[in-house]
Nanobody
Framework: QVQFVESGGGLVQPGGSLKVACQAS????????MGWYRQAPGKEREMVAA???????KYADSVQDRFTVSRDNAKNTTYLQMNSLKSEDTAVYYC??????????WGPGTQVIVSS
C-alpha cells in the first residue's frame, strides 16, 4: 500500500534552517508529483510547496524564496529545505502525491517548532 514517512523535524531558532524528508513506498515514485503540506495548531492543512515529476516546482507565497523542494527518485524521497525560519512556520509537515491537491493517504508528519 501507499505510505509516506516524514522525518527531520525538530526545534530551531528563528532565522535558522532545517531540512525535512519524506520517503514514499508503494508507488512508482518517479512518475508522481509530490507536495509538501503543513498544519499549524488550530489551522487547516495547507500546501507549501510541490515538485512535478518533471522537476517543475511551485511555492506558497508565505514560503517563496525561503523554502526549496527537491526530490531523489533513486531514494523515493522528497526533501524540503527550509531557511530563514519564522515562528509562523511552526507546524506538522507532511508530504503527499499531487501537484495541485493531495491524492494519497497521510503519513505521521514531522513536527517543526520555530522558537527561541
Amino acid at each position: 500500500q501507499v505510505q509516506f514517512v516524514e522525518s527531520g523535524g525538530g526545534l530551531v531558532q528563528p532565522g535558522g534552517s532545517l531540512k525535512v524528508a519524506c520517503q514514499a513506498s508503494g508507488i512508482i515514485f518517479s512518475t508522481y508529483s509530490m507536495g509538501w503540506y503543513r498544519q499549524a495548531p488550530g489551522k487547516e492543512r495547507e500546501m507549501v510547496a510541490a515538485i512535478h515529476s518533471g522537476g517543475v516546482t511551485k511555492y506558497a507565497d508565505s514560503v517563496q524564496d525561503r523554502f526549496t523542494v527537491s526530490r531523489d527518485n533513486a531514494k523515493n524521497t522528497t526533501y524540503l529545505q527550509m531557511n530563514s525560519l519564522k515562528s509562523e512556520d511552526t507546524a506538522v509537515y507532511y508530504c503527499n502525491t499531487g501537484f495541485i491537491r493531495p491524492s494519497g493517504p497521510w503519513g505521521p508528519g514531522t513536527q517543526v517548532i520555530v522558537s527561541s
